[in-house]
């Protein structure tokens, strides 16, 4: 009996960067990531650091796993060892817990997911027969961490087989345990055997690629079940269910009014272009505070410097603080008076900038005009 042994290279792991991991991102499984444990990465980001628990109760195994990451000889003769020693990797209640815990949110995030109604007409209930499936993958997942694999032909095999106890246990907690149960004990004695040779070494962008499909796939079950069971509440109290309040949003006359917005947009910047768009943004969104100050002093935008000068006095005086016996009233007299005078000042310093557009704005018609002659 061999194992492949690989000596250290430039791509050595740290103890100190894995527990740095393990400490600031170990409960959506950064360490194992960092470790090239990419299930074991992937059932912690799934279930939150195995529900918590299994987070904490790795602060003192982080060193073995960077030994085994690194292939330290000490650790892969020690190995090699316990292969000779055992024909299969012995029972592990940690490793058959997490087996039945990661079967079991799995499979109830697959059965859960599942329209209870018709959705678009159509009725999707038949895709219960999935759940099995997704249970049997979440042990088969667990029980491929590490140094140990097994196929997932039995696994899969007990978990359709023992299924059908649903239609004579109606209790959900029974014959989903059960189901799970079966499914892990199959593994752990059929499947199970030594992993001999270390896996292939990915690129860390196709390790993150893969990773992120299966995220999507975890994802979509979330979605599934929020849209289908999830619900809302109302200002009154009441719930609602969160697919007919999508409905309600998607045909409410605000996003109807959004909609045509953006569509307006779309449209616009397809003959003008949308750098044009983007120079309406800013003015829009009124960067120098011009079109709130023409509005203090109850003016057009396109007011000369005089008029602007006029109603600044003609506001001063009519709102100066002086004016207000009541204490009560002082204060809101003094904060428009220093309203009016920032508005002031604001439009003061924007004058020569409002020179330049007039005059952009008188020369475009002669040239125009020019055009057509």
Not at 132 to 153: C, F, S
Not at 280 to 301: F, M, T, W
Request: hydrophobic fraction near 40%; charge should be positive.
């Amino acid at each position: 009996m061999t194992a492949k042994v690989v000596h250290p290279s430039s791509g050595r792991k740290s103890v100190v960067w894995a527990y740095v991991f393990w400490l600031f991102g170990g409960i959506l499984g950064l360490h194992h990531f960092y470790l090239r444990r990419d299930r074991h990465a992937f059932i912690w980001w799934s279930t939150l650091g195995g529900f918590g628990v299994g987070w904490l109760g790795e602060v003192f195994r982080i060193p073995r796993y960077v030994r085994d990451a690194n292939e330290d000889p000490q650790y892969i003769q020690e190995l090699i060892n316990r292969m000779r020693q055992y024909k299969k990797p012995p029972f592990s209640m940690n490793r058959f817990t997490g087996m039945l815990m990661v079967g079991y949110s799995w499979g109830q995030m697959m059965m859960l997911a599942i329209p209870p109604d018709e959705f678009w007409g159509l009725n999707l209930r038949y895709l219960n027969c999935l759940v099995p499936v997704v249970a049997a993958l979440g042990v088969w997942t667990v029980g491929n961490i590490g140094r140990e694999q097994g196929n997932l032909k039995w696994p899969l095999l007990a978990a359709l087989a023992t299924y059908p106890i649903r239609y004579y246990i109606y209790d959900e907690t029974v014959w989903f345990t059960t189901m799970v149960v079966a499914s892990a004990l199959a593994f752990d004695t059929f499947s199970k055997e030594w992993r001999r040779t270390p896996p292939k070494k990915s690129h860390v962008l196709k390790r993150a690629a893969v990773l992120g499909v299966c995220a999507c796939l975890y994802l979509s079950l979330w979605c599934g079940y929020l849209y289908f069971h999830g619900t809302i509440t109302d200002s009154e109290g009441d719930e609602v269910p969160i697919y007919e309040a999508m409905h309600h949003f998607f045909t409410s006359p605000w996003w109807l009014d959004v909609k045509q917005c953006l569509l307006d947009t779309y449209q616009y910047a397809q003959h003008h272009g949308w750098y044009e768009v983007w120079k309406q943004i800013i003015d829009l969104s009124d960067p120098h505070g011009e079109q709130n100050a023409y509005k203090v002093l109850g003016l057009n935008v396109d007011a000369s410097q005089q008029e602007i000068t006029t109603a600044w006095r003609k506001l001063s005086r009519e709102n100066h603080p002086d004016k207000v016996k009541d204490e009560t009233l002082r204060r809101a007299a003094q904060e428009r008076f220093m309203e009016i005078q920032q508005a002031y000042e604001i439009l003061s310093n924007s004058k020569h900038r409002r020179n330049r557009r007039n005059k952009k704005d008188n020369t475009e018609p002669r040239k125009s005009e020019r055009s057509e002659m």
